[in-house]
């Protein structure tokens, strides 16, 4: 079973990485089940292991923590929901790539309960949405927006950091780094494309769908 923990105001982050770094060993230990964490950070940027300096565009803007997840800089901050994701992949079948795109699946899902069409894009990490109400790029296509982004770390076999999926918040702030290194398309929010979504809405969401794509929940 999968125990499921919401915490309401501002986790600071170095808080989370402490919960997830003991939460990880206890569950490699046998000592406490899966764990599926929902929270909100304070307004934050984040550098994966492929992060690039140069994609730090405003050091001083905002606090700077460099992580161990896969990934490049990333933001977070109020009206976005954070998912980390403590799951055991190695009894999941010990395949990184298919968990991946499970957690994908799962923000897909999510999003299909408001009628948002999430997509995949190869050589672009996280969740897209067509924004059709946009001017078309240089070569023709349909403009793009990143709703979700994805970066996961891995301790014998245990997953942690995870999702972040974002409602509402402030997205001028993603503005101090390049979002995982792509400068082409922008980001977007739930409320941004003109959907009143609230966090507690996109928590019922996420529980409905992580049993459609894991088939179990708490």
């Known amino acids: 079973m999968v125990e499921w923990i919401t915490s309401d105001g501002l986790t600071p982050y170095e808080e989370a990485l402490s919960f997830m770094e003991r939460r990880v060993a206890d569950i490699s230990a046998g000592h406490a089940p899966e764990c599926i964490w929902l929270l909100e950070h304070p307004p934050l940027y984040t550098a994966g292991t492929s992060a690039r300096i140069e994609d730090l565009t405003d050091p001083d803007r905002f606090p700077v923590f460099e992580t161990k997840r896969g990934g490049q800089y ?60 946009k001017p078309r790029t240089a070569t023709g296509k349909t403009a793009e927006d990143k709703i979700a982004a994805i970066g996961i770390r891995l301790r014998k076999w245990i997953s942690f950091h995870g999702i972040s999926i974002n409602v509402e918040p402030d997205l001028e702030h993603f503005s101090g780094i390049v979002p995982c290194g792509i400068t082409d398309y922008g980001v977007t ?12 809405d996109l928590d019922v969401a996420l529980r409905h769908s992580f049993q459609t794509v894991f088939g179990e929940t708490s």
């Open 74 to 133: 990333t933001y977070h901050g109020p009206g976005q929901r954070v998912v980390y994701v403590m799951l055991d992949v190695g009894r999941r079948g010990h395949d990184v790539r298919r968990f991946v795109q499970q957690l994908e699946a799962w923000v897909i899902a999510a999003l299909a309960e408001f009628n948002v069409t999430g997509h995949i894009r190869e050589g672009r990490v996280g969740v897209w949405v067509e924004r059709g109400d």
């Open 189 to 200: 929010s739930l409320v941004d494309l003109g959907l009143p979504v609230t966090m507690a």
